[in-house]
Protein backbone atom coordinates (compact mmCIF):
# COMPACT_ATOMS: atom_id res chain seq x y z
CA UNK A 1 0.00 0.00 0.00
CA UNK A 2 1.70 3.40 -1.22
CA UNK A 3 1.84 5.72 1.96
CA UNK A 4 -0.43 8.90 1.51
CA UNK A 5 1.32 12.34 2.03
CA UNK A 6 -1.44 14.68 1.19
CA UNK A 7 -3.08 14.86 4.85
CA UNK A 8 -2.60 13.36 8.18
CA UNK A 9 -3.94 10.00 8.74
CA UNK A 10 -5.74 8.88 11.62
CA UNK A 11 -3.70 6.17 13.91
CA UNK A 12 -4.53 3.40 15.78
CA UNK A 13 -3.10 0.70 17.97
CA UNK A 14 -4.75 -2.29 16.21
CA UNK A 15 -2.89 -5.11 18.21
CA UNK A 16 -1.69 -5.89 21.80
CA UNK A 17 -0.13 -8.69 23.56
CA UNK A 18 1.87 -10.04 26.56
CA UNK A 19 4.35 -12.56 26.40
CA UNK A 20 4.84 -14.51 29.44
CA UNK A 21 5.28 -12.09 32.42
CA UNK A 22 6.36 -13.01 36.01
CA UNK A 23 8.44 -15.69 36.66
CA UNK A 24 10.43 -16.46 33.64
CA UNK A 25 13.14 -18.96 33.58
CA UNK A 26 13.48 -20.88 30.25
CA UNK A 27 13.35 -17.38 28.01
CA UNK A 28 15.73 -15.15 26.52
CA UNK A 29 15.02 -11.80 25.93
CA UNK A 30 14.66 -12.70 22.13
CA UNK A 31 12.23 -14.82 22.67
CA UNK A 32 9.98 -12.59 24.62
CA UNK A 33 9.98 -10.25 22.26
CA UNK A 34 9.51 -13.10 19.51
CA UNK A 35 6.47 -14.23 21.45
CA UNK A 36 4.74 -10.64 22.06
CA UNK A 37 5.06 -10.06 18.30
CA UNK A 38 3.49 -12.65 17.24
CA UNK A 39 0.87 -12.47 19.83
CA UNK A 40 0.51 -8.97 19.06
CA UNK A 41 0.25 -9.47 15.09
CA UNK A 42 -2.36 -12.82 16.15
CA UNK A 43 -4.32 -9.94 18.17
CA UNK A 44 -4.22 -7.53 15.06
CA UNK A 45 -5.56 -9.76 12.39
CA UNK A 46 -2.94 -8.71 9.94
CA UNK A 47 -0.45 -10.21 8.24
CA UNK A 48 3.22 -9.62 9.25
CA UNK A 49 4.08 -8.29 5.77
CA UNK A 50 2.73 -5.24 6.80
CA UNK A 51 5.06 -4.21 9.02
CA UNK A 52 7.37 -1.32 7.64
CA UNK A 53 8.32 0.35 10.94
CA UNK A 54 9.76 -1.35 14.02
CA UNK A 55 10.93 0.45 17.42
CA UNK A 56 13.19 -1.21 19.94
CA UNK A 57 15.39 -0.19 22.83
CA UNK A 58 17.46 -1.63 25.27
CA UNK A 59 18.54 -5.02 23.39
CA UNK A 60 21.71 -5.93 22.20
CA UNK A 61 24.49 -3.58 20.57
CA UNK A 62 22.11 -2.27 17.73
CA UNK A 63 18.76 -2.62 19.63
CA UNK A 64 16.28 -2.37 16.81
CA UNK A 65 18.79 -3.80 14.00
CA UNK A 66 19.22 -6.91 16.21
CA UNK A 67 15.82 -7.59 17.20
CA UNK A 68 14.00 -6.90 14.05
CA UNK A 69 16.91 -9.12 12.79
CA UNK A 70 15.71 -11.86 14.90
CA UNK A 71 11.72 -11.63 14.41
CA UNK A 72 12.86 -11.67 10.68
CA UNK A 73 11.53 -7.77 9.87
CA UNK A 74 13.28 -5.60 7.57
CA UNK A 75 11.68 -2.39 8.34
CA UNK A 76 11.80 0.96 6.31
CA UNK A 77 11.14 2.87 9.27
CA UNK A 78 13.12 2.13 12.78
CA UNK A 79 13.28 3.95 15.88
CA UNK A 80 15.15 3.21 19.11
CA UNK A 81 15.33 5.79 20.90
CA UNK A 82 15.84 4.98 25.22
CA UNK A 83 15.24 7.49 27.76
CA UNK A 84 14.48 4.93 30.53
CA UNK A 85 10.60 4.23 31.33
CA UNK A 86 8.82 7.06 29.42
CA UNK A 87 10.93 5.08 26.56
CA UNK A 88 7.52 3.30 24.72
CA UNK A 89 5.64 6.74 25.26
CA UNK A 90 8.24 8.84 23.27
CA UNK A 91 8.56 6.00 20.16
CA UNK A 92 4.77 5.68 19.99
CA UNK A 93 4.66 9.37 19.64
CA UNK A 94 7.23 9.06 16.90
CA UNK A 95 5.40 6.29 15.51
CA UNK A 96 1.89 7.83 15.27
CA UNK A 97 4.03 10.79 13.62
CA UNK A 98 5.79 8.86 10.95
CA UNK A 99 2.19 7.04 10.02
CA UNK A 100 0.03 10.20 9.93
CA UNK A 101 3.00 11.47 7.88
CA UNK A 102 3.03 8.64 5.48
CA UNK A 103 6.49 7.57 6.46
CA UNK A 104 5.09 4.38 7.74
CA UNK A 105 2.13 2.09 7.84
CA UNK A 106 2.11 0.04 10.85
CA UNK A 107 5.02 0.65 13.43
CA UNK A 108 5.65 -2.70 15.94
CA UNK A 109 6.58 -1.67 19.04
CA UNK A 110 8.24 -4.55 21.22
CA UNK A 111 10.15 -4.55 24.65
CA UNK A 112 10.98 -8.15 26.16
CA UNK A 113 13.26 -8.23 29.57
CA UNK A 114 14.39 -11.44 31.71
CA UNK A 115 15.52 -8.76 34.56
CA UNK A 116 14.63 -11.03 37.45
CA UNK A 117 15.44 -14.15 36.04
CA UNK A 118 19.22 -12.64 35.15
CA UNK A 119 19.87 -12.21 38.91
CA UNK A 120 18.40 -15.21 39.84
CA UNK A 121 20.47 -17.36 38.01
CA UNK A 122 23.77 -14.70 38.35
CA UNK A 123 23.62 -13.55 34.83
CA UNK A 124 23.81 -10.16 36.20
CA UNK A 125 23.73 -8.08 39.34
CA UNK A 126 21.77 -5.38 40.60
CA UNK A 127 22.49 -1.84 39.82
CA UNK A 128 22.80 1.05 42.23
CA UNK A 129 23.37 3.97 39.87
CA UNK A 130 22.96 4.34 35.68
CA UNK A 131 26.82 4.68 35.71
CA UNK A 132 29.57 7.33 36.58
CA UNK A 133 30.38 8.95 33.30
CA UNK A 134 29.52 12.39 32.06
CA UNK A 135 27.56 14.62 34.73
CA UNK A 136 26.78 11.91 36.62
CA UNK A 137 30.45 11.74 37.78
CA UNK A 138 29.62 14.18 40.52
CA UNK A 139 26.51 12.05 41.97
CA UNK A 140 27.77 8.52 41.58
CA UNK A 141 30.96 8.42 44.32
CA UNK A 142 28.36 9.87 46.96
CA UNK A 143 26.45 7.14 46.84
CA UNK A 144 23.58 8.61 45.40
CA UNK A 145 21.95 6.08 43.66
CA UNK A 146 18.80 6.47 41.45
CA UNK A 147 16.18 5.51 44.37
CA UNK A 148 17.41 8.18 46.66
CA UNK A 149 17.01 10.43 44.01
CA UNK A 150 13.26 9.82 44.02
CA UNK A 151 13.41 9.12 47.99
CA UNK A 152 14.72 13.05 48.00
CA UNK A 153 12.10 13.95 45.67
CA UNK A 154 9.53 12.36 48.07
CA UNK A 155 10.58 14.00 51.07
CA UNK A 156 10.35 17.12 49.57
CA UNK A 157 7.24 16.99 48.45
CA UNK A 158 6.18 15.97 52.02
CA UNK A 159 8.15 18.78 53.44
CA UNK A 160 6.35 21.64 50.98
CA UNK A 161 3.00 20.25 50.88
CA UNK A 162 2.47 18.06 54.00
CA UNK A 163 2.01 14.91 52.04
CA UNK A 164 2.58 11.68 54.02
CA UNK A 165 4.08 8.27 54.48
CA UNK A 166 0.12 6.87 54.85
CA UNK A 167 -0.65 8.57 51.73
CA UNK A 168 2.00 7.10 49.51
CA UNK A 169 1.58 3.67 51.39
CA UNK A 170 -2.37 3.73 49.76
CA UNK A 171 -0.73 4.11 46.17
CA UNK A 172 0.77 1.01 46.88
CA UNK A 173 -2.62 -0.66 48.49
CA UNK A 174 -4.42 0.58 46.12
CA UNK A 175 -2.18 -0.94 43.07
CA UNK A 176 -2.72 -4.24 44.86
CA UNK A 177 -6.24 -4.17 45.39
CA UNK A 178 -6.19 -3.23 41.31
CA UNK A 179 -3.67 -6.22 40.84
CA UNK A 180 -5.84 -8.82 42.56
CA UNK A 181 -7.98 -9.19 39.46
CA UNK A 182 -5.24 -9.48 36.97
CA UNK A 183 -4.66 -13.23 36.28
CA UNK A 184 -1.06 -12.11 34.46
CA UNK A 185 -0.47 -10.12 38.17
CA UNK A 186 2.98 -11.05 39.90
CA UNK A 187 1.70 -10.12 43.08
CA UNK A 188 -2.25 -10.43 44.04
CA UNK A 189 -2.44 -10.40 47.84
CA UNK A 190 -3.91 -7.77 49.98
CA UNK A 191 -1.83 -5.39 51.23
CA UNK A 192 -2.72 -2.97 53.94
CA UNK A 193 -1.11 0.73 54.87
CA UNK A 194 0.80 -1.02 58.30
CA UNK A 195 2.15 -3.17 56.20
CA UNK A 196 3.78 -0.81 53.68
CA UNK A 197 4.88 0.96 56.57
CA UNK A 198 6.39 -2.37 58.59
CA UNK A 199 8.05 -3.49 55.57
CA UNK A 200 12.39 -3.02 55.35
CA UNK A 201 13.85 0.26 54.77
CA UNK A 202 14.87 0.58 51.20
CA UNK A 203 15.60 4.67 50.90
CA UNK A 204 13.89 6.77 53.34
CA UNK A 205 10.97 7.28 53.67
CA UNK A 206 9.96 4.31 50.80
CA UNK A 207 9.78 0.82 52.26
CA UNK A 208 9.73 -2.32 50.16
CA UNK A 209 6.43 -2.23 48.88
CA UNK A 210 6.43 1.67 47.85
CA UNK A 211 9.48 0.05 45.42
CA UNK A 212 8.34 -1.92 42.40
CA UNK A 213 8.95 -5.63 41.65
CA UNK A 214 11.38 -6.88 39.66
CA UNK A 215 10.01 -9.36 36.61
CA UNK A 216 10.16 -11.24 33.37
CA UNK A 217 8.26 -10.25 30.92
CA UNK A 218 7.11 -8.24 27.31
CA UNK A 219 4.66 -6.56 25.52
CA UNK A 220 4.12 -5.46 21.85
CA UNK A 221 2.15 -2.93 20.57
CA UNK A 222 1.10 -2.64 16.46
CA UNK A 223 0.13 0.79 15.72
CA UNK A 224 -1.15 1.51 11.91
CA UNK A 225 -2.87 3.59 9.18
CA UNK A 226 -6.61 3.73 9.49
CA UNK A 227 -6.51 2.07 6.06
CA UNK A 228 -5.43 -0.74 7.67
CA UNK A 229 -8.23 -0.78 10.45
CA UNK A 230 -11.24 -2.19 8.43
CA UNK A 231 -8.71 -5.44 8.28
CA UNK A 232 -8.18 -5.48 11.57
CA UNK A 233 -9.41 -8.64 14.03
CA UNK A 234 -10.67 -5.96 16.38
CA UNK A 235 -12.15 -2.25 17.12
CA UNK A 236 -9.68 0.28 16.97
CA UNK A 237 -8.12 2.27 19.81
CA UNK A 238 -7.18 5.87 18.23
CA UNK A 239 -3.92 7.70 19.12
CA UNK A 240 -5.32 10.96 19.73
CA UNK A 241 -2.68 13.16 20.91
CA UNK A 242 0.76 13.06 22.54
CA UNK A 243 3.39 14.91 24.45
CA UNK A 244 7.37 14.21 24.66
CA UNK A 245 9.15 16.39 27.47
CA UNK A 246 12.95 16.14 29.25
CA UNK A 247 14.21 17.90 32.55
CA UNK A 248 17.25 16.92 33.86
CA UNK A 249 20.15 14.43 34.76
CA UNK A 250 21.95 15.97 37.37
CA UNK A 251 19.27 16.62 40.19
CA UNK A 252 21.50 20.26 40.54
CA UNK A 253 19.86 21.29 37.68
CA UNK A 254 16.35 20.18 38.75
CA UNK A 255 14.64 23.33 39.48
CA UNK A 256 11.31 21.97 41.53
CA UNK A 257 11.62 18.61 43.41
CA UNK A 258 8.11 17.97 43.32
CA UNK A 259 7.30 19.24 39.44
CA UNK A 260 8.19 16.06 37.07
CA UNK A 261 8.66 16.60 33.05
CA UNK A 262 4.70 15.01 33.05
CA UNK A 263 3.82 18.48 33.33
CA UNK A 264 4.76 19.90 29.79
CA UNK A 265 4.06 16.29 28.36
CA UNK A 266 0.30 15.83 29.98
CA UNK A 267 -0.43 19.38 28.70
CA UNK A 268 0.86 18.83 25.06
CA UNK A 269 -0.95 15.57 24.66
CA UNK A 270 -4.44 16.55 25.77
CA UNK A 271 -4.10 19.90 23.63
CA UNK A 272 -3.22 18.03 20.68
CA UNK A 273 -6.04 15.26 21.64
CA UNK A 274 -8.79 18.34 22.16
CA UNK A 275 -9.50 17.32 25.89
CA UNK A 276 -9.22 17.76 29.49
CA UNK A 277 -7.87 15.94 32.30
CA UNK A 278 -11.43 15.94 33.30
CA UNK A 279 -13.06 13.75 30.34
CA UNK A 280 -10.25 10.81 31.22
CA UNK A 281 -11.84 7.31 32.21
CA UNK A 282 -8.40 5.75 33.07
CA UNK A 283 -5.14 6.62 33.54
CA UNK A 284 -1.38 4.14 33.36
CA UNK A 285 0.98 5.84 35.11
CA UNK A 286 4.67 4.81 35.73
CA UNK A 287 4.72 4.13 38.85
CA UNK A 288 8.76 2.22 40.03
CA UNK A 289 7.58 4.22 43.28
CA UNK A 290 4.17 5.35 44.78
CA UNK A 291 5.57 8.92 44.25
CA UNK A 292 5.85 8.35 41.43
CA UNK A 293 2.01 7.92 40.55
CA UNK A 294 1.10 10.80 42.93
CA UNK A 295 2.94 13.88 41.20
CA UNK A 296 2.00 12.38 37.78
CA UNK A 297 -1.38 12.76 38.34
CA UNK A 298 -0.89 15.93 39.76
CA UNK A 299 1.64 17.42 36.58
CA UNK A 300 -1.12 15.48 34.41
CA UNK A 301 -3.89 18.11 35.87
CA UNK A 302 -5.81 15.36 37.88
CA UNK A 303 -5.28 17.03 41.47
CA UNK A 304 -3.86 20.47 42.00
CA UNK A 305 0.02 20.79 42.75
CA UNK A 306 0.03 20.00 46.42
CA UNK A 307 -3.15 17.71 46.47
CA UNK A 308 -1.96 14.62 45.33
CA UNK A 309 -1.76 13.18 48.64
CA UNK A 310 -5.50 14.04 49.59
CA UNK A 311 -6.46 12.63 46.19
CA UNK A 312 -5.01 8.81 46.41
CA UNK A 313 -7.02 8.28 49.28
CA UNK A 314 -10.59 7.06 49.68
CA UNK A 315 -9.57 4.60 47.02
CA UNK A 316 -10.18 7.11 43.89
CA UNK A 317 -7.10 5.03 42.37
CA UNK A 318 -9.13 1.38 42.31
CA UNK A 319 -10.42 0.15 39.34
CA UNK A 320 -14.03 1.07 40.64
CA UNK A 321 -12.43 4.20 41.88
CA UNK A 322 -12.87 8.09 40.65
CA UNK A 323 -10.25 7.65 38.49
CA UNK A 324 -8.65 4.06 37.78
CA UNK A 325 -5.12 4.29 37.70
CA UNK A 326 -2.72 1.18 37.17
CA UNK A 327 -5.78 -1.03 36.47
CA UNK A 328 -3.42 -4.29 36.18
CA UNK A 329 -1.52 -3.54 39.33
CA UNK A 330 1.14 -1.41 38.25
CA UNK A 331 4.77 -1.80 38.35
CA UNK A 332 4.06 -1.85 42.23
CA UNK A 333 2.17 -5.60 41.73
CA UNK A 334 1.94 -6.83 38.14
CA UNK A 335 4.69 -6.60 36.38
CA UNK A 336 7.84 -4.14 35.89
CA UNK A 337 10.76 -6.17 33.73
CA UNK A 338 12.80 -2.80 32.99
CA UNK A 339 11.61 -0.05 30.82
CA UNK A 340 7.73 -0.41 32.00
CA UNK A 341 6.11 2.21 29.84
CA UNK A 342 4.88 -0.35 26.94
CA UNK A 343 2.86 -2.24 29.38
CA UNK A 344 1.07 1.10 29.96
CA UNK A 345 -0.26 1.35 26.41
CA UNK A 346 -1.20 -2.12 26.22
CA UNK A 347 -2.95 -2.13 28.89
CA UNK A 348 -4.77 0.86 28.37
CA UNK A 349 -6.03 -0.12 25.29
CA UNK A 350 -7.23 -3.20 26.58
CA UNK A 351 -9.27 -1.58 29.21
CA UNK A 352 -10.47 0.08 25.75
CA UNK A 353 -11.96 -2.59 23.79
CA UNK A 354 -13.16 -3.75 27.22
CA UNK A 355 -11.09 -7.22 27.45
CA UNK A 356 -10.09 -6.92 31.23
CA UNK A 357 -12.01 -9.30 32.19
CA UNK A 358 -12.79 -8.91 35.98
CA UNK A 359 -10.37 -6.28 35.93
CA UNK A 360 -12.52 -3.99 33.15
CA UNK A 361 -13.30 -0.45 34.33
CA UNK A 362 -16.88 0.13 34.00
CA UNK A 363 -18.51 3.94 33.94
CA UNK A 364 -22.26 4.49 35.09
CA UNK A 365 -24.73 2.05 33.63
CA UNK A 366 -22.29 -0.62 32.87
CA UNK A 367 -20.18 1.37 29.53
CA UNK A 368 -17.41 1.00 28.43
CA UNK A 369 -14.42 4.04 28.97
CA UNK A 370 -13.86 5.92 26.21
CA UNK A 371 -10.28 7.85 26.93
CA UNK A 372 -7.69 6.51 28.68
CA UNK A 373 -3.74 8.24 29.19
CA UNK A 374 -1.05 6.98 29.38
CA UNK A 375 2.49 8.39 30.91
CA UNK A 376 5.46 6.95 31.41
CA UNK A 377 8.75 7.89 32.82
CA UNK A 378 12.21 8.40 32.60
CA UNK A 379 15.29 7.97 34.70
CA UNK A 380 14.59 10.17 37.95
CA UNK A 381 11.98 12.11 36.47
CA UNK A 382 14.14 12.74 33.58
CA UNK A 383 11.90 12.24 30.82
CA UNK A 384 8.79 11.81 30.03
CA UNK A 385 6.17 10.75 27.50
CA UNK A 386 2.20 11.04 27.47
CA UNK A 387 -0.18 9.44 25.00
CA UNK A 388 -3.75 10.07 25.48
CA UNK A 389 -6.14 7.39 23.51
CA UNK A 390 -9.66 6.82 22.69
CA UNK A 391 -12.26 4.70 21.35
CA UNK A 392 -13.89 7.15 18.93
Same mark, same amino acid.
Given at each position: ?128 SFGARGPLQFEAPYGHTLISKYAMA ?7 ? $? ?53 ? $? $? ?127 VEAVRQLRGEAGAGQVRKAGGRLPE ?22
Amino acid at each position: MAPLTQRRRRVAAVGIALSDTGRVDDATPYALHAQAARRALADSGLDRSVVDGFGSAGLGTLAPVEVAEYLGLRPTWVDSTAVGGATWEVMAAHAADAIAAGHANAVLLVYGSTARADIKAGRRTSNLSFGARGPLQFEAPYGHTLISKYAMAARRHMHQY $GTTIEQLAEVAVQARANAATNPDAMFREPITVDEVLSGPMIADPFTKLHCCIRSD $G $GCAVLLAAEEYVPDTAKAPVWVLGSGTSVSHTTMSEWEDFTVSPAAVSGRLAFERAGVRPADVDLAEIYDAFTYMTLVTLEDLGFCAKGEGGTFVVKGRLLRQGELPVNTDGGGLSACHPGMRGLFLLVEAVRQLRGEAGAGQVRKAGGRLPELAVASGTGGWFCSSGTVVLGRE
